[in-house]
């Protein structure tokens, strides 16, 4: 989905998610995280999955 925003730079958008990823896992705050088209967007941040304990990853 990165590659739709056109408002903000990659490396700005990759900081802000992960600025709100963060804080959810410290506050065990339950987040639910999307991807689509992973060959056409690729798999999530990275900064994302750094930051969260537990990813249960699904493809269908």
Do not use: H
């Amino acid at each position: 989905m990165a590659l739709g925003v056109n408002t903000i730079g990659t490396g700005e958008l990759r900081n802000n998610v992960a600025g709100l990823a963060k804080p959810s896992d410290v506050y065990d705050i339950p987040a639910v995280l999307t991807s689509i088209g992973r060959e056409y967007n690729g798999p999530l941040f990275e900064e994302i999955t750094l930051s969260m304990n537990t990813i249960l990853s699904r493809l269908s």
